[in-house]
């Protein structure tokens, strides 16, 4: 299971900076349900190459009993019983605070990962600036700096030691059998869905006190081909929808995302693309997970409406143009083996296997096409590709100067790899690994060395070095 962090603190402790950092971004990733997006964002970090999520709550002041702090102390809580690991931040220039003892009260009491961090500790001498905050009985705290990342990847480490043997076993099985995560924001039609696949009308999944931590696998096959379906928290019991339900929904579609090879995008057609719509495919992308977008409910639309709300939704859902777009009905059962489809396409495009000879035959004959421009009078060489990476799939590109390639060459590139190996549904990464040059020294001008001397003794150690790379490239 993905490892959830939550943010703790009271107000101006640095809980939204810290948050920026771990996700590298300046907002939450995944926009929160309405009526809670002022008290609790979601995004996504990595620690080395284990990604995480991280929730930011909004600043929590126990001892204030009325108005928005109460409920902002509410949705603090609820965050920590969503979390694996609570980082307890507080503010190491104004020292202990009596909200600070009150949190400190409440997390001992918790069975959580807690660890203590002492924020805004530039420039001050750690031992110090933490010494007071030991009273908190939260052990040992540590100083850190989220403005300037000072000790914050050491934490984000230690933190996450603990899981990272349970994600190993989860790794080694997770490719037998495609798993799909169907996500999207409430009452798109993601239960109707998932129904539709089953062939029955059942209940797939209720939230309960002791079970929001679960997540509910189930195998069907349809077309002779198995899949197994992971189940979200927007999919609900019929008729009363409990609070519970929604609000342990974005953490468990983030969750879903992580642990699915394949995720189905379902929106509504008849309401368009949301903010939210578009903030959960972001992470889709972010995660690098293959997609099938379904528009759902669109039967409901008359034609003359269809073309119109097409272009609208491709316009706005650009950035996953790597995606196939499904127009189904969920509740008629319309469109069903097109998505399966689909989803095949794409988790054959994420598992994808490309040699290295045939990646360096598509780079060469994209290079015949259009080279790599010119930048501040030299053009960048690109040598051989080879695979680093599935799901999403990588290419690496080796070469020399390539931290002169500009990010437009890198998209034609991109488009280029997608279109000689008919990559489909998934997100496709391009690297670039600049060349080592083991004779770098030896090209230098000796002592008492003439210029055509000098010449010829390069000339014979750059053929030297080419021959080696070709060699190599061979092997590959």
Same mark, same amino acid.
Do not use: C
């Given at each position: 299971?993905?490892?959830?962090?939550?943010?703790?603190?009271?107000?101006?402790?640095?809980?939204?900076?810290?948050?920026?950092?771990?996700?590298?971004?300046?907002?939450?990733?995944?926009?929160?349900?309405?009526?809670?997006?002022?008290?609790?964002?979601?995004?996504?970090?990595?620690?080395?190459?284990?990604?995480?999520?991280?929730?930011?709550?909004?600043?929590?002041?126990?001892?204030?009993?009325?108005?928005?702090?109460?409920?902002?102390?509410?949705?603090?809580?609820?965050?920590?019983?969503?979390?694996?690991?609570?980082?307890?931040?507080?503010?190491?220039?104004?020292?202990?605070?009596?909200?600070?003892?009150?949190?400190?009260?409440?997390?001992?009491?918790?069975?959580?990962?807690?660890?203590?961090?002492?924020?805004?500790?530039?420039?001050?001498?750690?031992?110090?600036?933490?010494?007071?905050?030991?009273?908190?009985? @939260? #052990?040992?705290?540590?100083? *850190?700096?989220?403005?300037?990342?000072?000790?914050? &990847? %050491?934490? +984000?480490? =230690?933190?996450? !030691?603990?899981?990272?043997?349970?994600?190993?076993?989860?790794?080694?099985?997770?490719?037998?059998?495609?798993?799909?995560?169907?996500?999207?924001?409430?009452?798109?039609?993601?239960?109707?869905?998932?129904?539709?696949? @089953? #062939?029955?009308?059942?209940? *797939?999944?209720?939230?309960?006190?002791?079970?929001? &931590? %679960?997540? +509910?696998? =189930?195998?069907? !096959?349809?077309?002779?081909?198995?899949?197994?379906?992971?189940?979200?928290?927007?999919?609900?019991?019929?008729?009363?929808?409990?609070?519970?339900?929604?609000?342990?929904?974005?953490?468990?579609?983030?969750?879903?995302?992580e642990e699915a090879n394949v995720a189905i995008l379902v929106v509504d057609a008849e309401e368009g693309i949301t903010e939210q719509d578009a903030h959960v495919g972001a992470y889709i992308l972010e995660a690098g997970r293959a997609l099938v977008v379904a528009i759902n409910k669109w039967d409901r639309l008359k034609e003359d409406e269809?073309?119109?709300?097409?272009?609208?939704?491709?316009?706005?859902?650009?950035?996953?143009?790597?995606?196939?777009?499904?127009?189904?009905?969920?509740?008629?059962?319309?469109?069903?083996?097109?998505?399966?489809?689909?989803?095949?396409?794409?988790?054959?495009?994420?598992?994808?296997?490309?040699?290295?000879?045939?990646?360096?035959?598509?780079?060469?004959?994209?290079?015949?096409?259009?080279?790599?421009?010119?930048?501040?009078?030299?053009?960048?060489?690109?040598?051989?590709?080879?695979?680093?990476?599935?799901?999403?799939?990588?290419?690496?590109?080796?070469?020399?100067?390539?931290?002169?390639?500009?990010?437009?060459?890198?998209?034609?590139?991109?488009?280029?790899?997608?279109?000689?190996?008919?990559?489909?549904?998934?997100?496709?990464?391009?690297?670039?690994?600049?060349?080592?040059?083991?004779?770098?020294?030896?090209?230098?001008?000796?002592?008492?060395?003439?210029?055509?001397?000098?010449?010829?003794?390069?000339?014979?150690?750059?053929?030297?070095?080419?021959?080696?790379?070709?060699?190599?490239?061979?092997?590959?």
């Amino acid at each position: 299971m993905l490892p959830t962090i939550a943010l703790v603190g009271r107000p101006n402790v640095g809980k939204s900076t810290l948050f920026n950092r771990l996700t590298k971004s300046r907002d939450a990733l995944v926009a929160d349900l309405p009526g809670l997006t002022r008290d609790r964002h979601y995004g996504r970090g990595l620690g080395g190459d284990m990604p995480y999520i991280v929730i930011d709550t909004g600043g929590f002041e126990p001892l204030i009993e009325k108005g928005i702090q109460k409920e902002m102390a509410k949705q603090t809580l609820l965050a920590i019983d969503e979390a694996d690991i609570v980082f307890f931040i507080v503010d190491g220039r104004q020292g202990v605070t009596p909200h600070d003892r009150v949190i400190a009260e409440l997390l001992r009491k918790m069975n959580r990962n807690i660890y203590l961090l002492v924020n805004k500790t530039e420039g001050m001498q750690r031992g110090i600036a933490t010494a007071e905050f030991f009273e908190l009985g @939260l #052990g040992d705290p540590s100083g *850190i700096s989220s403005a300037h990342g000072e000790g914050v &990847r %050491d934490m +984000i480490q =230690i933190a996450l !030691e603990p899981f990272k043997k349970e994600d190993i076993e989860v790794n080694e099985v997770r490719q037998k059998i495609p798993k799909i995560a169907i996500v999207g924001r409430p009452n798109v039609g993601k239960s109707t869905l998932v129904n539709a696949f @089953l #062939g029955e009308d059942r209940v *797939i999944a209720f939230d309960e006190p002791g079970t929001t &931590r %679960d997540s +509910i696998e =189930i195998e069907i !096959e349809r077309n002779d081909k198995n899949y197994i379906l992971i189940d979200t928290a927007g999919i609900r019991k019929k008729g009363r929808v409990f609070e519970a339900i929604e609000k342990f929904s974005v953490i468990k579609t983030l969750q879903a995302i992580e642990e699915a090879n394949v995720a189905i995008l379902v929106v509504d057609a008849e309401e368009g693309i949301t903010e939210q719509d578009a903030h959960v495919g972001a992470y889709i992308l972010e995660a690098g997970r293959a997609l099938v977008v379904a528009i759902n409910k669109w039967d409901r639309l008359k034609e003359d409406e269809r073309d119109i709300v097409k272009q609208d939704i491709q316009r706005k859902l650009q950035f996953l143009k790597f995606a196939e777009f499904q127009y189904v009905s969920a509740l008629k059962k319309k469109g069903l083996t097109e998505i399966l489809k689909s989803v095949d396409e794409a988790y054959r495009g994420a598992f994808i296997k490309m040699s290295t000879p045939k990646l360096t035959r598509a780079l060469i004959d994209t290079l015949q096409q259009h080279q790599p421009p010119i930048s501040k009078g030299i053009r960048p060489k690109l040598r051989y590709a080879h695979q680093g990476g599935s799901n999403p799939p990588v290419i690496v590109i080796h070469g020399n100067h390539v931290n002169a390639i500009k990010d437009s060459y890198m998209r034609f590139l991109e488009s280029a790899f997608r279109q000689a190996f008919q990559i489909i549904g998934t997100p496709l990464r391009v690297q670039f690994k600049q060349g080592e040059n083991p004779y770098l020294d030896e090209e230098k001008r000796k002592p008492k060395e003439g210029v055509v001397s000098m010449r010829r003794r390069k000339n014979a150690l750059r053929k030297k070095l080419t021959d080696k790379n070709k060699l190599e490239a061979k092997k590959r």
